[in-house]
């Protein structure tokens, strides 16, 4: 598998992600919404933007396990924050990016979306994403 990044000089510099992510594989694995939830969809961490971002994203990384592929595989990440402002968007991303360093995720393609509200009461923060991959199929 490969992904390349461009971030081209014309335009602004991406701090946190790829402006654009080419990437070529023999397989596509399209995350569905994962949130700051554990196996008895409980919602951890209520109120805690932080939080919520570092935990969703480690479920990204236990979803694309479970589909038998590398977290570096992931082209492409969504992002969405309940009332989202810029004080909530750092919190959210600094999160996110503390699992990412530890999973050792590498810049994707990405975008952040403000919505009211998300499938459960108490998530605020909402992650899908798209892999391309050439790892086989888990048994």
Do not use: C, W
Not at 47 to 69: C, F, K, S, V, W
Not at 91 to 103: C, D, M, N, R
């Amino acid at each position: 598998m490969t992904i390349n990044h461009h971030n081209p000089a014309t335009l602004y510099a991406a701090h946190g992600f790829s402006h654009a992510v080419s990437a070529s594989g023999s397989r596509l694995v399209f995350i569905g919404g994962q949130v700051a939830s554990d196996a008895e969809h409980n919602i951890l961490a209520p109120g805690d933007y932080e939080t919520q971002g570092e935990l969703a994203m480690r479920n990204i990384g236990h979803a694309l396990d479970a589909a038998g592929t590398p977290i570096t595989d992931l082209a492409q990440l969504s992002v969405y924050i309940v009332d989202n402002t810029p004080e909530r968007q750092e919190a959210t991303l600094t999160g996110l990016g503390a699992a990412a360093a530890e999973l050792r995720l590498r810049r994707t393609a990405m975008k952040v979306i403000g919505v009211q509200s998300l499938g459960h009461p108490d998530a605020l923060v909402e992650l899908d994403g798209l892999a391309v991959t050439d790892a086989s199929l888990p048994a």
